[in-house]
């Protein structure tokens, strides 16, 4: 029997589709589904995008609506369910069924990466584009009442419509020029923090000695260019995937509105001194986190993979993540126990097996003691 097929059509640079699919693949997994990631240069319009649809007749897609590729409404899907990151502002997409990125969070935890230095004054870098989109507009208004709420200034960079970039770039340069001595600037997203990161050197301000700045999104330089080190808040993209393939088949009526992703953690650089030391294995162990905590991985065996001790290991991992390793493979674990239940027949004691617990009778008291309710009738209260 052939497997069924989630189709992924994405336009955001390839590492964010990279843990967007995965995400996408975690949850079709679960169901036996194969993943089709499809680039937007093979549906550049209708006609490819209907014979796309024919060639691998999916039960779902999952569509970003960033990037120069067009952007489709429902009705251009032919009834094939289709959950959207991002959907435009437009009558077209009223009503359609979309993930969101929880954009205050993301605001949240740029300004607690800057105020650990306790900055006289915030700075911020606005996104550039004829219309302000949603995620910037919120992100925006977040981080301003956060620096509003403590008593300090927030210095706005504007985006100016129809200017030229060596115009943008000569404007920016005498702003950050402006800034007062250890202004903490967040760019609204990592674009922004590497124009802005330019602006710095050629005003000659070295950071993070007379400024720190954090960008966001995660997604490293433009084009893969790395010549600075940017600290970063990281999305977490891959639960975005899990989500949006998730609310495919809920068609956005499970009664919990908008499904929200946030952030995962900062990535430290060297424009910030954060809250602790920058441990470039803390990102790497969350992955390892993601796909093995069903198959039996431990804390112990985890740390055991890294040259630093247990204890360093667990303060590092909680000072980044917020919640210990031990926690964040519960929660992996957790996941995969929910979609199961929700998603699939799959038996109450083979699901222990399936998501990493020692027996069923340990998933029971765990679930339990989560839920407040045995699994048995949270199946049955959820799938009606």
Known sequence: MEKKVILYLGYWSRELRRRRFDGILRYAGSRGWNVVPVPSNEVPD????RAALARFRPVGVVAECAGSAPSFPPRAFGGVPVVYYDPPERAGWRDAVSVACDEAAVARAAFAELAAGRPPAYALVSYVSPK???WAREREAAFRALCAASGKECAVFPSLRG???ETRAARLVSWVSALPPRCAVFAIDDYRAFETMDAFAAARRS?????TLVGAN???APGGNEKYSVSSVEI??????????????SGGRDGSGIPLYGPLLVRRGETTRGRGRREPWVPEAVEIIRREACGGLSAASLIARFPVSKRLFNLRFREAIGHTV????????????????????????????MCGFGSAVELRQVFKARTGKPMTEWRRLHRQ
Do not use: C, N
Not at 46 to 49: F, G, H, N, Y
Not at 236 to 249: I, M, P, R, T
């Open 163 to 165: 200017e030229t970039r």
């Open 326 to 353: 031990h926690d964040e493979i519960a929660q992996v674990r957790m996941e995969r126990v929910f979609s199961l239940l929700l998603d699939t027949d799959t038996p109450l004691g083979v699901i222990s097996d």
């Open 207 to 211: 950071l993070p000695r007379t400024a």
């Open 46 to 49: 209708l006609p490819s995008l």
């Open 218 to 220: 995660g997604a490293g």
């Open 132 to 134: 302000p989109l949603r």
């Open 236 to 249: 977490d993209f891959e639960l975005s995937g899990y989500l949006a393939a998730k609310a495919l088949f």
